[in-house]
């Protein structure tokens, strides 16, 4: 059933169509850092903040950042877990996420099931979500030994995201890869929109304004940015990637 925050945030897509979410790798940043950038990208009318990473093992700095974001800003702080120790107790909600094109086990149901009874332990707010690399998918692509699907293939990503659907997944989420060059095509988006019933994610190789609009366009309810924050002066570029994105 749906909590809390998953209301906000469709409540947030009606409102304004696309909306963005910053993700901080909770991997190697101090807590100044993290908190700095927060306050940055709210100004800039981001929708919520994932934090996680594929290679983040350190539970404990997971946990301290968390604090350190949930200290300064009021946007829902959702952690985005490429393992079992991307758990945090102090996150508003979490994504319930399976590697669906991954060869190994481990990432499709197995660390979920590790770490189903620590979040109902933790009580947080656990969204399904199909996970789908698109391509190489950089880091988690490798970590996730997934079997990326051709960027030219539409109609097998058109085959794992009606499963996620099957599935009852509510959530979405077509990963390029993180700091990838080219983030996932319109006409990948395009087929997945047209199947998919739930909130579309998009993430990976999102720089630019135009880029954005093109993701957007080709019906993504949700664009994730992560590489943009770690540059100095993000700000203005992030501005104009959530102008072109939201209807209002
Ligand atoms: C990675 O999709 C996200 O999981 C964000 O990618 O770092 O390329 O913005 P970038």
């Given amino acids: 059933m749906a909590g809390a925050i998953e209301a906000k945030i469709r409540e947030e897509i ?4 696309t909306i963005c979410f910053a993700l901080i790798d909770s991997e190697g940043i101090t807590k100044e850092k993290a908190a700095d950038v927060v306050k940055r990208v709210e100004q800039c009318k981001v929708s919520g903040i994932l934090l996680g990473g594929s290679t983040a093992v350190d539970q404990l700095e997971l946990d301290y950042i968390t604090r350190a974001v949930k200290s300064v800003t009021s946007l829902p702080v959702i952690l985005f877990p490429g393992n079992i120790t991307g758990i945090s107790p102090n996150a508003d909600a979490i994504f319930f996420s399976s590697l669906l094109n991954s060869d190994e086990p481990y ?3 197995q660390a979920q099931a590790l770490g189903a009874l ?3 332990k933790y009580s947080l707010e656990a969204m399904p979500m199909g996970y789908i690399v698109i391509g190489a998918g950089g880091t988690i692509g490798f970590i996730g030994r997934a ?3 051709p960027q030219d293939k539409p109609g097998i990503v058109a085959m794992y995201v009606l499963a996620a659907q099957y599935m009852g997944m509510r959530f979405v989420y077509l990963e390029a890869g993180s700091g990838v060059i080219s ?3 319109p006409n990948i988006i395009r087929t997945a929109r047209s199947l998919f019933d739930g909130i579309l994610i ?3 190789g999102i720089r ?5 609009k093109a993701v957007a366009e080709a019906g993504a309810d949700i664009i994730v940015v992560s ?6 002066g993000f700000d203005g570029t992030l501005k104009e990637i959530v102008k072109a994105v939201r209807r209002d």
């Avoid at 009606?14 to 169509?17: N, V």
């Avoid at 630019?208 to 954005?212: D, F, K, L, P, R």
């Avoid at 590489?227 to 100095?232: F, M, V, W, Y």
């Fill in 14 to 17: 009606q409102k304004h169509g």
């Fill in 107 to 109: 990432f499709i149901i």
């Fill in 118 to 120: 620590l979040i109902k």
């Fill in 147 to 149: 079997r990326g699907i």
């Fill in 183 to 185: 983030h996932v095509p």
């Fill in 202 to 204: 998009v993430g990976g």
């Fill in 208 to 212: 630019s304004a135009s880029e954005a």
């Fill in 227 to 232: 590489t943009l924050l770690e540059k100095d």
